[in-house]
């Protein structure tokens, strides 16, 4: 799977693709604790190309790389829409407890954006770390 790097690992801000260049979306009071960015030529729930997250050293944005199938799922919920994370690595361990604590704090603080700057209540949760291949 061809997999586009829009946020690095370490980034308080989240970045989108648009054309030829990178968009900033987000201001993120925790940075992301690895590279995110989205499988080509996919299309997931919220009508955007799937999401992505890959485990390993830090990439430049705009990185390609070509992974062979994902080894987790993050389960979430985005302004009541489904929006998994399908998980990548690069020859890197995680820890389960971290991300969920990241992916918590992540879900209160969209939630929190959604009311302080669109006026409106919208549900955004962290569902769980799904390995692939685990019973």
């Not at 999401?51 to 985005?78: C, E, K, M, W, Y």
Request: glycine share 8%.
């Amino acid at each position: 799977m061809k997999i586009r790097i829009e946020t690095p690992k370490f980034s308080f801000f989240k970045y989108q693709k648009v054309d030829d260049r990178y968009e900033r979306v987000l201001f993120s009071p925790i940075p992301t604790i690895f590279n995110y960015g989205f499988i080509e030529d996919t299309l997931g729930d919220d009508g955007m190309e799937e999401d992505a997250i890959v485990l390993g050293p830090r990439l430049s944005q705009g990185t390609l790389v070509n992974l062979t199938g994902p080894g987790g799922v993050v389960r979430f919920v985005d302004d009541s829409v489904r929006d998994d994370k399908k998980v990548f690595y690069i020859g890197y361990p995680y820890s389960e407890r971290l991300f969920g604590l990241y992916f918590r704090m992540y879900a209160l603080f969209k939630c929190f954006r959604y009311l302080a700057f669109e006026r409106r209540i919208a549900e955004c949760r962290f569902e769980g770390i799904e390995l692939l291949g685990e019973n």
